[in-house]
């Protein structure tokens, strides 16, 4: 018999449990690699979780870290006042973009402009998804929600908030990037991106943002697969990924 | 100065109440500006990092809340502290800390409403302060000074009550309080025995992973959880505290609380220097409410006027106490007016002689 190589094993940080989130929800890819940073940097004995309103609320039951729920779009806030009081532990937010991108849109803005040393996981699907799938601020033109049914319209509901373009344009954002996981290319860039953004925590050298463009096939009514084309035929156009703030490799000349 | 004289300072009831937190261990302070309790954030923007910890001017109300819920949640002793629009925009967060239990204290330095009312002193948050002010069933513990000195003490008891009960306490002024300067003797507290290391968050560092949550959403789960609330409301009736002033040969009691009570001692002085039976309760918790000790005085066949800076809110409590055996009558200061001792003579006469 052949050698046998263990090529993959399952993040330690993950909780292996029935997950409550819907087949083709990528929260699950998003909760993977989050677990797998923490793994790699091996921070999980100092890592406080910050939960948030909507699906994501139950981050909690997946990752093997502390964690507390903040209300409605207050997790920025709520970081704040961990990562004041305990400086020394590695503090992060998951958020939806109903919660940051619209009732948590002060918290968010303000942490990042004060330069929070914290990092933020910010999933955008388009669309309130715990709810049962109403409009939301990153909801594209045309889409139809159950509080939009013709489909969201610019002259009425406004255009859909670029969060990764505004966030990066304020004073105390150290890195902030916008990633994917339509794809393994696009899954090993986020990776890398989430990596990043915790080291640069780490360091202590402020706030970090890393911004998902995922699915929510359910509140979408489509396959799976059909929402996941439609992620990089629709939506990343509109919402285009890479860097749009990196601090330090501004600071090393890269 | 002899030796012996305790060593005092003349300060503003807000500053009191900033002292009393650094003595009582606050490190963290999260706070709003707002007359009129602006100079608590003031004094603590440099005396946070004084002390080791850190100070936040939040972007809001509802944010500097928030940062007091995560602060709370790591621990340590916390503090933010506002004036009745912005106490309202706090209201999601206290219910959240109230729901999972985190020992905040807060400060309300209650001014007139309701809306953006008046920068003068006012009672009309007791409802929002004593029956929990946001969403569900939960109760703070709520301490109401009436002098500067009061407002120093209970300041540090807040802390120490917020961590034994794991429950958020709220003080409760006025803007007469927090702008009126009095001589206070500071003093070192007790040594703090907050057990947060048992329950706080740290990282799971060689032990099991911690959650604090408010959301219950397993069979049973809630309403065991409403229920383990209740019990610990209960319980802490043990720290009813109330003062008592020329009550035991009283035919009148003038109920009242906070600075309203001051401003009533001085007519219950004047009128008992003219023979009048009449006496003062205060009471200094305003949850839990003193129920039994206002029972007793009903019993001994003692008749009741309430006087509050607002509509007629805490005489609903006093009624309640008393219920079985007598009733309160309500004279009510508006908010927007400013009290003075001879502005109560009269009602507390119609009262005594009615």
Redesign the interface.
Known sequence: MAQETLVFEPSKVLIDRPTHYCPGCQHGTAHRIVAEVIDELEIAGKTIAIGSIGCSVFLYNYLNVDAVESPHGRAPAVATGVKRARPDKVVFTYQGDGDLASIGMAEIMHAANRGENITVIFVNNTVYGMTGGQMAPTTMIGQSTTTCPGGRCAEREGLPIRMSEIIAMLGGVTYCERVAVNNVKNINKAKKAVKKAFQCQLDGNGFSFVEFVATCPTNWKMSPVKANERVGEELLPYFPLGVYADKLADKEGK | MSSKTPKRIFIKGNEAIAHGAIAAGC??F?GYPITPQNDIPEMMSTAMFEAGG?F?Q???E???V???????????R?LTSSSSPGMSLKQ??IS?MAG?ELPAVLVNMNRGGPGLGDIGPAQGDYYQSTRGGGHGDYRLLVLAPATCQEAYDLTMDAFDLAFEYRNPVLILGDAILGQMKEPIIPHPGKTPKDKAEDWC??????RE???????FLEEGALADQNRHLMAKYERMKAEVRYEAFETADADLVICAYGSVARIAKSAVRKLRAQGKKVGLFRPITLFPFPDEPLLKLALEGKRFLTIEQNCGQMVDDVRLAIRTKADSEFFGVMPGELPNPDDLEGPILKSLEG
Do not use: H, P, W
């Not at chain 2, 968050?201 to 060689?206: A, E, K």
């Not at chain 2, 992973?209 to 959301?215: D, M």
């Open positions: 490190k963290c999260f850190d936040v939040a972007e809001s509802v944010a500097a928030n940062m007091l819920l995560g602060s709370c949640a790591a621990g340590i916390s999601e967060a959240y999972s968050l740290t990282g799971n560092q060689g992973k911690r959650l604090i949550k408010s959301l």
